[in-house]
């Protein structure tokens, strides 16, 4: 905690410059034309507010930068209504446009201005006591580093976007393996059965034995047909995983694996159908890259999840090495996750062992969801009011004037308990005094109050529905 405190009073030491150094940019690209100076600034800014959102923990709220320029068909390269060469200028306008239009620009430079001044109010109570005063930190950072609404939306219409397309790319690619399945074995086979049974029309009134001797061969065709089928089916979406849901499935892969396969499963209720079939073929490739790849002997698969969020892991004791570029099948498993805002990590060193970790946010019911309950907002403004002011009376008009009192100094300064009539002085620093401590204590006790009664409400147990009626 104290460490923190130190990194963001440190970075007053960077602020001051810059907030100058910014000034002068602005007001140099906007009167005398010094715009190519703008976007290195912007970076600068962004910079010192990317260190603090780290510490902060705070989301960048910046648009996405635009995409490099594409030449046209004539090969040159088209910014507004003029064309170039090269893309050097029109990638350099779409920068600048990026830069000068997102809002979250503007707000850095306000955060810059006035972040100094902020960390000099909050400079003894981030030494003195880091948390709660990190915590009112927190607070003013969020409000102009952090995502607004409107950035969020973008956000998630950008993720949704570029999930609507990998999950496109994903069914298509499916859709080409099913059918290269269905036309190199299924369909050839049921060709084959019909050429063999018309053999047996022409055999069956002349050769009677040749025609029984071809029957029983497309026998053996329609069963090895029906087999391959089901395999097909399988492939689409297994019937146990319909049927028992994804824990069973993966235990029935796991008794289908030539590995010595351990399956642990923590799920309160089955998932939705197509996060279960993500999840499957998902594992199901996994389980199969270790077996023909890896060269492991035993395989740990975890299907466990924190909260609304499900968390699958998969590791194996093989010689590790494993690389997505090399078409092990890793690309198509993140392509399934996308769909559904899933993430992968892959942790494979030369020597193993090999892990896989994915995770699926948000896919159980709400009801496994923690549940929020914020401080009241006249009891937020209340603690940031008294963490922002209670060093006031308590430092310099109390402790520091208690003192000046004791050794009889003469300069009154700013001190306003020395202003009052002698009798009235000790009083009044007393009652500085007093008053400093009960803003801390103010700010300390609300936020506490809120936890405990957010714990006792998280932990009592949910009554029946009969007790109700």
């Keep these: 905690m104290l460490r923190r405190s130190l990194w963001l009073l440190a970075l007053v030491v960077v602020e001051v410059p810059l907030v100058l150094l910014s000034a002068l940019v602005l007001l140099g690209s906007f009167t005398v034309g010094l715009v190519p100076f703008f976007p290195p600034c912007v970076a600068l800014v962004r910079r010192v507010t990317r260190r603090t959102r780290k510490l902060m923990g705070i989301a960048a709220p910046y648009h996405p930068q635009p995409p490099p320029p594409v030449p046209q068909a004539d090969g040159w390269y088209r910014s507004d209504r003029t064309l170039y060469k090269t893309p050097r200028i029109p990638a350099w306008n779409d920068r600048w446009k990026w830069l000068f239009g997102d809002p979250a620009t503007w707000r850095d ?64 690619a499916e859709m080409r393996r099913i059918e290269r399945d269905l036309h190199d074995g299924v369909q050839a086979r049921l060709v084959a059965l019909g050429m063999t049974l018309g053999a047996v029309e022409e055999l069956v009134g002349t050769d009677p034995a040749a025609a029984v001797a071809l029957l029983a061969k497309a026998r053996e065709a329609s069963a090895e047909t029906l087999v391959e089928l089901r395999g097909v089916v399988r492939g689409i979406h297994p019937p146990v995983l319909a049927e028992r849901g994804l824990g069973d499935a993966v235990k029935a892969l796991a008794l289908d694996s030539p590995l010595r396969t351990n399956v642990e499963v923590d799920l309160p209720v089955r998932l939705q159908t197509p996060v279960e ?193």
């Design 109 to 172: 430079f306000l955060w810059l201005l006035l972040d100094p001044v902020v960390k000099l109010v909050l400079a003894v109570p981030l030494l003195v006591l880091p948390g709660h005063a990190q915590r009112v930190y927190g607070y003013w950072a969020a409000l102009l580093l952090g995502p607004t609404a409107k950035s969020e939306l973008a956000g998630q219409v950008r993720k949704l976007s570029e999930s609507r397309t990998l999950t496109v790319d994903s069914q298509a």
């Design 277 to 469: 079939t993500a999840l499957y073929f998902a594992i199901s490739e996994l389980l199969s890259n270790a077996a023909k790849h890896s060269g492991a002997d035993n395989v740990i698969v975890d299907i466990s999840h924190t909260e609304r969020d499900v968390a699958v892991m998969v590791w194996d004791d093989g010689g590790g090495g494993a690389d997505p570029s090399r078409g092990s099948g890793l690309d198509g498993i993140e392509r399934r996750l996308a769909a559904f805002d899933g993430v992968l990590a892959l942790s494979s060193p030369q020597g193993g062992p090999t892990t896989v970790a994915m995770s699926v946010p948000k896919v159980l019911p709400e009801e496994y969801g923690k549940k929020k309950n914020p401080m009241p907002r006249w009891q937020a403004a209340v603690v940031v009011f008294c963490w922002s002011l209670s060093w006031l009376p308590l430092f310099p008009q109390g402790l520091v004037a208690g003192v000046f009192k004791t050794i009889g100094f003469e300069h009154r300064s700013w001190f306003l308990a020395l202003y009052l009539p002698d009798f009235w002085q000790w009083p009044a620093i007393v009652g500085m005094v007093s008053l400093g401590m009960l803003m801390y204590g103010v700010a300390l006790y609300l936020p506490m109050r809120h936890s405990r009664e957010r714990w006792i409400a998280e932990a009592s147990p949910r009554r029946p529905w009969f007790s109700r009626c």
